[in-house]
């Protein structure tokens, strides 16, 4: 045998913002070139935004890269088996197993999930449209309705816009309510804070008060300066009751929005009966507090309330998603300088269209239970009867793209089953997990330090005007594709067209296409040649290339020497710590495109279901006063949802995935700490460790998602030591937010019993 040596080191240093979060904070890397690893990673000091704040994620990226268990070659199913197969093996298959069946039964066959790391990775992110166009299915699910839908349906209700998420300008704030939400532990969600504790710890400094809204007794609730535990699932009365006290205390102020919000008529009525008394049992909050924040709210010079996920995934994830932003208008906190502000735009203002069209949903319904549409998708929920109903329609082939299911929604029982009865099932992802697995062939994705990084979406979402871009830090070896190259490999075998179009001539034509779009009159490009502005653009590629085109035709761009001072990718690329444009600006006449041009405070959908929210009140009065427990999720830093249990560094440690539980809740069932417990409902039954928390609300248990690395034919051999529980397993997979076809994944009902 010859002995193995490793080249000698060839280290440079390099900048990366890091793929993992949406707090998109700012990395240094020494990086070996010879053996194309990472010696170490820090935060870097001089980044714009994160200012060299770091998590151990961020640090894990090197593990993340190196794991010799993330896939590096696609995999065929052979005989049962997964085995490694060559590229041309495995496109040559998808090929020969997609056709016939998309000619037989029709686009409506093929199903498409995709998940969450599609958002942090803009070489998959940005070529998933094109692929869902190609493919022509309705049958489109993602993590999005486990998740941020809510949010997205309201923004667009009342704003004109899904992607237009208000967050709290914190560097100016003096008055913050946080609801379900851990930023200390999350990092933020919908919005880009790094370093919120630096932040918080700024704010309250210069006087401000933080107050934190959640059943536990968070790490942000800790770093608080008062902590309101609150019932799982009452966010809904407790925000009714703060406009009833707006209203009845004269504390509204509009005058800042003055002629640019409808639908106030109605608002002042809709809360009356909600006042602090009456919805006090019903969230556990004494009505005394209850005044006290909408005073705050209100009193406050710069004052700001946001929520998160913990009000998100609940039967009211619509209603409590626009409650939220009702509430910072009545205050005059919205669009407001240390406030609840809107984040900067990069690209072109859209071509002005003929009169906006209203948001909708629901424009067509999925097969079986008739779930209506919500931004071109159908519930996650919905994904496993669409494939176990027969007919006219039923999904047979499924494409899985950055996203695990299995564990990330209700019921993966119910949906494992259904996976392995689809005719044919390809994943796209990097490691062989609990929904991969499944697959007849898993194509991967090169290691995230082998793309390019541009945090598009969380720059809209970042508390200053910031711009940073990282090149990818190694180049990609041999024949394996990126991820957009993948995608446009499957839209052109989907669509046929794979024997007379390359990749290459596909990215040109997209390219083109939107050229030619912005040359028309009124465009950033008009008048403009397209063959000179994409030889301007060098030999760039995919995503990459119309990034450039969007930066450059954009507010800030240098439209292509037409603006000299403007930016441009290369600039972006030389200035590694980003560039600072300052606080976040007032942003109404950019954001709001709503047909009437104002904000909608009484969006016709949300008020039609005013009734259903009422209802649940009253069903809540009764139910608060028996004794089950209700269970929420959580988030601990050394994890990200399902996918980062594989690193030593991240994995080690105390277990994780414990069942946190009060004391009082613990005693009456003869629990000890330690104490393996049955947690079970009419959906499921699960059987882990138990925590004894003082931090938990009485009557609330806390169990994470993203456990459950149970399986044999996985490859995780790092996460499968401690396997954890699926807490989806008690999940329902019929509870949704009719509005946005959300799970209820918090606040659900459990019984827990001490095993033998
Ligand atoms: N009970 C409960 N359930 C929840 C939640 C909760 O709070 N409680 N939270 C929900 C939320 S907020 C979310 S976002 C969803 C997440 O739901 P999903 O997105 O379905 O699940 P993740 O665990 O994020 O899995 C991400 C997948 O992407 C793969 N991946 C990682 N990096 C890459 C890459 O660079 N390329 C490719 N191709 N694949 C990659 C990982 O291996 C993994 O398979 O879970 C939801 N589920
Ligand atoms: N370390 C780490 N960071 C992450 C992730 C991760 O898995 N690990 N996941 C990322 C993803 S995909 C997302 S979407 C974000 C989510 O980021 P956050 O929204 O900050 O989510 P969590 O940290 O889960 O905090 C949710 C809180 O809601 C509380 N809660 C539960 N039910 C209710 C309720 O009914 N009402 C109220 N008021 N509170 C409730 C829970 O107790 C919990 O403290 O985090 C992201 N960042
Ligand atoms: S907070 Fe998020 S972005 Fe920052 S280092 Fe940790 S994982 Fe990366
Ligand atoms: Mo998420």
Redesign the pocket.
């Known amino acids: 045998m010859t002995e193995q040596t490793q080249p000698d080191k060839i280290t440079r240093t390099a900048h990366r913002i890091c793929p993992i979060?949406?707090a998109t904070c700012g990395l240094v890397m020494e990086v070996d070139d010879a053996n194309r690893t990472v010696d170490f990673i820090r935060g870097n000091k001089g980044d714009v935004l994160s200012g060299g704040y770091i998590c151990p994620?961020g640090v894990a990226v090197k593990e993340l890269h190196d794991d010799p268990d993330r896939l590096r070659t696609p995999l065929i199913r052979r005989g049962g088996n997964l085995e490694p197969a060559t590229w041309d093996e495995a496109f040559a298959e998808i090929k020969k197993r997609l056709t016939p069946l998309l000619r037989k039964h029709g686009p409506q066959s093929m199903g498409i999930y995709f998940g969450?790391p599609s958002a942090h990775k803009q070489s998959l992110g940005m070529a998933i449209g094109p692929f869902l166009k190609s493919v022509g299915t309705s049958n489109i699910f993602s993590a999005s309705t486990l998740?941020?839908m809510p949010k997205q349906v309201s923004c667009a209700y009342m704003f004109g816009d899904p992607l237009a998420f208000p967050v709290p300008d914190i560097d100016r704030c003096s008055y913050l309510v946080i609801?379900?939400?851990?930023?200390m532990?999350?990092?933020g969600?919908l919005w880009t804070v790094p370093d919120f504790r630096g932040r918080a710890r700024a704010m309250r400094a210069r006087g401000g008060k933080i107050v934190v809204?959640?059943?536990?007794n968070?790490e942000t609730a800790k770093v608080a300066d008062a902590h309101l535990p609150?019932l799982?699932?009452?966010?809904a009365y407790f925000l009714l009751a703060l406009i009833q006290t707006m209203f009845d205390e004269n504390l509204v102020d509009l005058s800042h929005l003055e002629g640019k919000v409808a639908g106030f008529d109605e608002i002042q009525t809709l809360a009356q009966d909600y006042t602090p008394e009456a919805v006090s049992s019903v969230t556990s909050i004494p009505a005394d507090s209850i005044r006290r924040v909408a005073r705050n709210l209100s009193k406050t010079k710069n004052a700001a309330l946001y929520a998160?996920?913990?009000?998100s995934v609940?039967v009211l994830g619509t209603t409590v998603s626009w409650l939220v932003d009702v509430v910072n208008i009545l205050a005059g906190n919205l669009d407001r300088e240390g406030g609840v502000m809107w984040g900067m735009n990069v690209s072109a203002p859209e071509p002005a269209s003929e009169g906006k069209s209203d948001f909708r949903v629901g424009r067509y319904t999925s097969r079986v239970s008739g779930y209506p549409e919500v931004m071109g998708e159908f519930p996650a929920i919905a994904l496993a009867e669409e494939i176990e109903e027969p007919g006219e329609g039923q999904i047979r082939a499924l494409v899985t793209i950055a996203g695990n299911p299995a564990l990330s929604a209700p019921n993966g029982t119910r949906l494992s089953r259904a996976l392995d009865q689809l005719d044919f099932m390809v994943s796209l992802d990097i490691y062989l997990n609990e929904t991969t697995r499944h697959a007849d062939v898993v194509l991967p994705g090169v290691s995230s330090l082998e793309e390019f990084h541009y945090p598009a979406i969380f720059q809209k979402l970042a508390v200053r005007k910031v711009m940073r871009y990282s090149p990818p830090i190694f180049d990609i070896r041999g024949d394996r594709p990126s991820e957009w190259e993948i995608l446009n490999r499957l839209s052109l075998i989907v669509s046929g067209q794979d024997d007379d179009v390359d990749v290459e001539a596909f990215d040109h034509q997209a390219v083109s296409g939107r050229i030619k779009a912005m040359s028309n009159e009124g465009g950033p490009l008009e008048g403009r040649d397209p063959a000179e502005i994409i030889e301007m653009m060098g030999d760039k590629r995919g995503p990459e290339r119309m990034i450039e085109l969007t930066l450059r035709t954009g507010p800030y761009g240098d439209l292509f020497g037409a603006r000299p001072d403007g930016l441009t990718l290369q600039k972006l690329i030389d200035t590694p710590d980003g560039i600072d444009l300052g606080p976040l600006d007032e942003a109404f006449e950019a954001v709001v495109s709503t047909p009437s041009g104002k904000i909608e405070l009484a969006p016709g959908p949300i008020m039609e279901d005013l009734p259903r929210v009422r209802t649940i009140f009253e069903k809540k009065k009764v139910a608060s006063q028996n004794d089950g427990l209700l269970m929420?999720?959580?988030?601990?830093?050394r994890?990200?949802?399902s996918w980062l249990h594989n690193l030593p560094l991240l994995a080690k440690g105390k277990f994780k995935g414990a069942l946190q539980i009060h004391p009082a809740d613990a005693a009456s069932r003869a629990l000890r700490d330690g104490d393996k417990a049955d947690i079970s409902n009419a959906n499921g039954k699960v059987c882990v460790e138990i925590e004894i928390s003082e931090d938990m609300m009485p009557g609330v248990v806390?169990l994470p998602h993203?456990f459950g690395h149970v399986f044999d034919d996985t490859n995780l051999s790092v996460a499968t030591n401690t396997p954890g529980v699926n807490s989806n397993l008690l999940a329902s997979d019929k509870d949704i937010d009719p509005l946005s076809g959300t799970s209820a994944l918090?606040?659900i009902p459990v019984q827990v019993q001490s095993v033998g």
């Open positions: 979060c949406e994620k969450n998740d941020q609801m379900g939400a851990n930023p532990v999350s990092n969600s809204i959640d059943p536990k968070t609150i799982p699932g009452s966010d998160r996920i913990g009000t609940s929420v999720g959580r988030r601990h830093v994890t990200n949802n806390s993203g918090n606040g």
